[in-house]
């Protein structure tokens, strides 16, 4: 019965693109490869293996009851921050801790993305009669922010800011107000807001210009501190009618005084220590070569440089499959992982990028579809939260090989080599057609 | 799960909630399609080419330098293969015996004291470079180095094609030389083409006519990958070297020799010219220079060169015919005489009273002999200074300044042959100009070719040319032909090209010839010309320099002939001896004979010497 159910309620399209997606993506990484020694040659064969034994986790998935799994979620969600914690004491493999037993690693901050996913899920709508209050919103963010802060300390940044828009599009969907939403967000800008000046002031005023100079000068930051303290100080006070005698229309001023002055203060506050503590030399120099490639071509932005060339080279209809002039000299480096994008591009040319892309449309579209027919606030929640999850890694891995994102290590999903990454987007992929199969039950 | 009254428009909400976040996927995937498309489509060319450059290894070949030739075919300037032997001292042996036993061998092939090659090769070391330890090594070294070859890791033959002047001195102020781009001039010609490590013409024709003897680069594209690993077997695009072209230039290698030989080691300089075409036939200058050591860069010929830069009193680089400026003295009077007859000042028949001094008010201007009554044709073939300050005071120092220009004076000849001076003729309004008065004293100087007055040999030579057809005279040249070096064809043929024609009658040009005509059959040139026993028409002149005790005399003839030939076959000759100080070997006069008398007969110096009853010395000075 259950067999029937999952037969006739199919999604084949989704199924179908994602599995088209991984064929391409293996077909790339042997390409990739070939002209690799042997070590590498045989990443496609693994991935093959990767893919079927990823396929087999979304049969397994199809299978699952939700109901279950939702009633069980904090019990996942407590093993992988767990498997976390634990990755924290075991040595670091080039500067990043990772979980390896018996010479299986494992990536807990993976499967702790899909946990996020299912507990923030699971959290809003069972709160979803006070979703407007800012104290549920403070929750889930404690949910989601508790685990960031685990894969931060491995550290994996790259692996933690894919949290950010996974729990935006959760509590988006969920209906929380969207001005802590908007919070949240300039709030992650004004932490980025530092390195980010520090190194337009390098970049573009050869570390001369004034303001940036008294931005960055200890002294006036803490007169600037002290200025939004106080100010912040007052607005509250008149706004919870401590300091009497002003107006409703003089206090909702005061309200988004208060909302705009607190993220200068709260994210300043944060932006210095991480600029000078937490973002590495490499970290800063890849925010660097993303406003300016050339600033350092034989260095940090090779790679960037490269990868564009390689892609601006395929031109229309690209130079052919194992052709590809940058890709078979080995100018692009990362070519099966991080930058399997330039490979494609340069061997099919923009028709391989609007395949690619055409293809992602179809799976989110199908995704979505998927998420509007849901039949309650947690499945919503978690397609929304699951295709964000996909979207983000989408426009980070291809963004920064056109040069519209800062080079991050994240893969592209279905195509990257790489085992956890495939198994996790074909359980993803499972989940999806899961909901889409008991559309009608929950 | 809902609360059943606001199911629906809660469910409403989530689905606009994913709608709009649908949306913002497309959003997201358009812009990423769009950005793919600029990179792709718009921007496919420069990274193509980009991505070209990455790939390639482009490896130039350098064009073969035209040669020059002078007209009777002669290699005047070529290019010669050497052997050069090159360490690399990274690449050499690590094994300290066999390195030695490397090093002894080379110093034993160089003659170079191994103690000498350690150090080079530790300086090289340090400063990271390819040594080259020996330049043009003979062939059969080359020979021996090569067969043991591969038990010297680290030393590396190369043959490399070097500008040769076979002809050492000879003419070498027309040929000039070639040495490495200097930093402006890369500057300058970086835009069309020309790298670091190019050569360049310096003086001469190497100079001027560079655009034609440098040829075009080639290359040979190799594709590497991004380990730098370069496939030499099979490269990617290849584009051949074309050569220069070459020159055949009007010099007469033989008569050239002549006159070298004939001018010696006068300090001077001498201008032999086809009055009917400008073809140059002979540029000699002395002191003069061996071209062929600013080619190898090795000490001793550095050590030369930097002789030849500080010899500030012989100047040797200095070309006399066009870079050094003489006042003309009496060659000068030719323009005062064509004054007179042309603009009827003084009846020709006009006598002036010489008694080797004239008076201007208060100052005395001397003659160089006692002369008594001189008419125009007597004054011009008895140099007679007195006449011309008496005739100068009536037509004035504006009609000088006038006619000299008119013969070109003043103004560069536009000869192809670079850095060429144009000498000054003074005029009122110069004179002004600097903030003085034009004296009457001034003109008397300026009449005789003294004073401010500076020529150049090559300018005496242009305006003596257009005293000799008659009223025309075409731009000197040394270039007569452009040669292509494949075929032989001739690319380009250099025609006469009218430099000055000047407006005065036939008759004035008749008496003027005709005086010209009496300095040789019986004035001042006639001893020097007594053996030539053919007619000329000539002046010569004794330039001052210097005052008081410091002064010295220059001394020139110009002129030209044979008048009993076309005109066609004449020639027209202009030296200049410097410091001449009334030795009788340095007179101009005897010299120009002995030009024409070489021109004429085809004889060498010796010969000719002879057939003139002149010294044959080793040494003039």
């Known amino acids: 019965m259950n067999l029937r159910k999952i037969v006739v309620n199919f999604d084949y399209t989704l199924l179908l693109t994602s599995i088209i997606l991984s064929v391409v993506g293996i077909a790339f990484i042997y390409s990739a490869n070939i002209n690799k020694n042997e070590h590498l040659k045989i990443e496609y064969l693994k991935q093959i293996i990767f893919a079927l034994a990823g396929l087999a986790v979304l049969i397994s998935v199809l299978f699952m009851n939700m109901r279950t799994m939702k009633s069980s979620v904090e019990i996942f969600y407590i093993i992988c921050f767990i498997g976390l914690f634990l990755t924290l004491f075991f040595p670091s493999v080039k500067g990043q801790r990772r979980f390896s037993l018996f010479g299986v690693s494992i990536q807990f901050a993976e499967f702790m993305k899909i946990a996020v996913t299912f507990y923030l899920s699971k959290f809003y709508s069972s709160n979803y009669v006070n979703i407007k209050s800012l104290t549920v919103y403070l929750k889930g963010s404690l949910i989601a922010f508790i685990p960031v802060g685990a894969i931060m300390l491995q550290p994996d940044l790259g692996s933690s800011l894919v949290f950010i828009p996974i729990i935006l599009a959760i509590s988006f969907v969920a209906g929380i107000r969207k001005r802590y939403l908007l919070y949240t967000v300039l709030f992650f800008f004004t932490v980025g807001f530092i390195p980010i000046i520090t190194t337009v002031n390098s970049l573009f005023f050869k570390n001369e210009n004034e303001i940036i100079y008294l931005m960055t000068n200890m002294k006036y930051v803490i007169l600037v501190f002290i200025f939004l303290f106080i100010t912040i100080a007052i607005s509250i006070l008149a706004y919870l009618d401590i300091i009497k005698g002003i107006s409703n229309k003089f206090k909702l001023l005061f309200y988004w005084f208060v909302f705009f002055a607190s993220i200068a203060f709260f994210g300043l506050l944060l932006s210095y220590p991480v600029n000078k503590f937490v973002l590495k030399g490499y970290q800063k120099d890849r925010l660097l070569i993303f406003f300016n490639p050339y600033s350092d071509p034989m260095n940090s932005g090779y790679n960037i440089i490269q990868a564009m060339t390689a892609i601006g080279n395929g031109g229309f209809s690209g130079k052919g499959w194992q052709k590809g002039e940058m890709i078979q000299n080995l100018f692009v480096p990362e070519q099966s992982t991080d930058f399997i994008f330039p490979v494609i591009a340069e061997e099919l040319g923009f028709l391989g990028t609007v395949l690619i892309v055409f293809l992602y449309g179809l799976f989110f579209f199908r995704g979505f579809y998927i998420a509007i027919n849901c039949k309650d606030l947690w499945s919503s929640c978690v397609t929304a939260g699951l295709l964000s999850y996909l979207l983000f890694h989408i426009l980070q891995n291809i963004g920064m090989c056109i040069g519209i994102m800062p080079v991050t290590g994240i893969p592209l999903p279905f195509i990257s080599y790489g085992g956890t990454f495939i198994v996790s987007c074909f359980l993803t992929t499972g989940l999806l057609l899961n909901f889409h199969i008991n559309r009608f039950q929950y | ?621």
Not at chain 2, 279 to 294: C, R
Not at chain 2, 311 to 330: F, M
């Open chain 2, 1 to 621: 799960m809902y609360n059943s009254s606001n199911n629906d428009s809660f469910e409403k909400d989530i689905q606009f909630r994913l709608i709009i976040l649908a949306l913002f996927t497309t959003f997201i995937l358009v812009i990423i399609v769009l950005r793919a498309g600029y990179l792709q489509i718009v921007k496919n060319t420069n990274f193509s080419e980009r991505s070209q450059r990455n790939r390639e290894v482009v490896i130039r070949i350098p064009p073969i330098r035209g040669r020059i030739f002078s007209d009777d075919g002669s290699i005047l300037a070529s290019n010669k293969k050497i052997y050069n032997i090159i360490i690399d001292p990274n690449n050499l042996s690590k094994d300290q015996i066999k390195r030695q036993k490397t090093l002894l061998y080379l110093s034993e092939m160089t003659d170079i004291d191994y103690p000498d090659i350690e150090k080079m090769v530790q300086t090289a070391k340090i400063k990271k470079e390819r040594l080259t330890i020996a330049e043009n090594v003979s062939f059969t070294n080359y020979i021996k180095i090569l067969e043991n070859i591969d038990t010297m890791p680290g030393v590396e033959p190369e043959e490399l094609l070097i500008r040769d002047y076979p002809n050492q001195q000879l003419a070498s102020h027309v040929i000039g030389y070639i040495g490495p781009i200097n930093f402006n001039e890369f500057s300058k010609l970086q835009a069309s083409g020309y790298k670091k490590q190019d050569w360049i013409g310096k003086i001469g024709i190497e100079n001027s006519y560079e655009k034609e003897l440098r040829g075009k680069d080639g290359f040979v594209a190799y594709e590497i990958d991004a380990k730098m690993n370069v496939s030499r077997n099979n490269f990617v695009r290849k584009e051949a070297a074309l050569p220069g072209d070459d020159l055949l230039l009007s010099i007469d290698l033989q008569f050239q020799k002549n006159v070298e030989a004939i001018l010696a080691d006068r300090a001077g300089g001498i201008v032999v010219m086809k009055p009917s075409s400008g073809e140059i036939l002979a540029m000699v200058s002395y002191p003069n220079f061996d071209p062929n050591i600013y080619i190898l860069q090795n000490p001793e010929n550095y050590t030369k060169r930097i002789e030849m830069s500080l010899d500030t009193k012989g100047t040797p680089l200095i070309n006399r015919t066009i870079q050094s400026e003489y006042p003309p003295g009496s060659t000068f009077k030719m323009i005062s005489s064509f004054i007179i007859a042309e603009e009827n000042v003084v009846p020709l028949t006009k006598s002036y009273f010489c008694s080797k001094s004239f008076r201007l008010n208060s100052q005395t201007f001397g003659c160089w002999a006692y002369h008594g009554n001189e008419n125009f044709f007597e004054a011009l073939a008895n140099s007679c200074d007195t006449y011309y300050y008496n005739t100068s005071l009536l037509f004035g120092i504006e009609k000088i300044t006038e006619y000299a220009s008119l013969f070109g004076l003043g103004a560069s000849t536009g000869v192809d042959i670079p850095f060429e001076r144009r000498g000054f003729i003074p005029s009122v309004t110069a004179l002004k100009e600097k903030g003085e008065t034009w004296y009457l004293g001034n003109t008397l100087n300026t009449v005789i070719g003294q004073g401010d007055v500076t020529t150049t040999v090559l300018q005496l030579a242009d305006y003596v040319s257009v005293i000799a057809n008659r009223g025309v005279s075409y731009k000197p040249h040394v270039l007569k032909k452009i040669i292509d070096p494949n075929t032989g064809d001739v690319k380009k043929e250099i025609k006469p090209e009218i430099l000055n024609k000047v407006n005065i009658s036939q008759d004035t040009f008749f008496v003027v010839n005709q005086a010209m005509g009496m300095v040789i059959s019986q004035g001042t040139a006639n001893k020097a010309f007594y053996n030539l026993k053919r007619p000329f028409a000539g002046k010569t002149g004794t330039s001052e320099v210097g005052v008081g005790q410091k002064k010295q005399t220059h001394s020139l003839f110009v002129g030209f002939g044979p008048l009993d030939i076309p005109i066609e076959e004449q020639v027209v000759v202009a030296v200049l001896i410097e410091f001449e100080n009334g030795q009788p070997l340095k007179y101009a006069g005897n010299v120009a004979a002995m030009v024409f008398s070489s021109w004429i007969h085809k004889e060498d110096f010796p010969a000719t010497a002879k057939r003139m009853w002149y010294p044959v010395k080793d040494s003039y000075n």
